[in-house]
């Protein structure tokens, strides 16, 4: 069956940072993420700006960052306007709702003030999604939670990803979808965001298992996470982002027929 465009999803949206997601997917055509692992403010930066143009959002890893400051946020989120993506900050909660809500806040980078959208692990309960919107709402921003993950030997399976997709449906305000390899649900219309994405591996020896933008696409996922398979040794980065974009698009227009 196929399935409707990421412009239409957004008109039927209820939550606002859902919605004006799936309007940048489609005004810009891309439904690519680079998941931008660099461990210096200067790659990073570097990265959004050469890589921009081609992306809906740029995923980071912030506390592998050596030199971070308050200006590496500043910088990022002047990118993010410049070059028009969403910035998610791949922060992977799994603590008391309370605890979460202090360090999604707190701490040394504020992420509740710059990044669009975080991610958290249903293991505590939906109380980490309580304690994560009492800061996130009142900032319009969005939640991912991890109901499935791309690595070898996962334990987010069975029950406990049925379970995830039960949190998720309970929280529509803050949670805006699923780090997850497939649709998981016809329930509510989330977004799927796909890591373990590569053209040209397999794996990476550490338990990492790549599928193509293809594969992830016709699963159900909206959204393509890619990291060295762009800027991995020996890679022309540019050319990668472009390779991974047209071919996420691609397997995109195809799910539309
Ligand atoms: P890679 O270089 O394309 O393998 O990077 C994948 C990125 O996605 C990396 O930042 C991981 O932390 C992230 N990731 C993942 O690989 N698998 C998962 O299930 C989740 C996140 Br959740």
Redesign the pocket.
């Known amino acids: 069956m196929p399935r409707p465009s990421y412009g239409e999803r957004a008109k039927n949206q209820k939550n606002p940072l859902a919605q004006g997601f799936l309007e940048l997917m489609e005004r810009k055509q891309s439904n690519l993420s680079v998941?931008a692992?660099v461990s210096s403010k200067a790659e990073l930066l570097e990265l959004a700006n050469v890589l921009g143009p081609y992306i809906c959002l740029f995923?980071t890893?912030i506390d592998i960052v050596e030199d971070f400051d308050q200006d590496l946020v500043d910088q990022l989120t002047a990118l993010a306007k410049k070059h028009d993506f969403f910035i998610f900050e791949?922060r992977?909660f799994a603590d008391i709702g309370n605890t979460v809500r202090l360090q999604y806040e707190k701490g040394v980078y504020h992420i509740a003030d710059w990044a669009h959208i975080t991610?958290a692990h249903p293991i505590p309960g939906p109380g980490i999604i309580t304690g994560l919107a009492s800061a996130g709402v009142p900032r319009g921003r969005g939640l991912l939670l991890?109901a499935?993950?791309?690595?070898a030997g996962s334990l987010a399976t069975g029950t406990y990803t049925q379970s995830t997709i039960d949190m998720a449906l309970a929280h529509p305000e803050f949670v805006i979808g699923f780090?997850a390899s497939r649709r998981l649900t016809d329930q509510a219309d989330f977004l799927y965001m796909s890591?373990?994405?590569?053209l040209d591996v397999k794996g990476?020896g550490h338990g990492?298992q790549y599928r193509t933008p293809a594969q992830a696409i016709e699963g159900g996922s909206d959204v393509v996470?890619?990291?060295?398979?762009i800027y991995g040794p020996g890679k022309d980065r540019v050319a990668e982002a472009k390779r991974y974009r047209e071919a996420s698009w691609a397997a995109y227009l195809t799910s539309l027929e």
């Open positions: 998941a692992d995923k890893h791949d992977k991610n991890l499935e993950m791309s690595s780090v890591p373990g994405i590569g990476d990492q996470i890619v990291g060295r398979g």
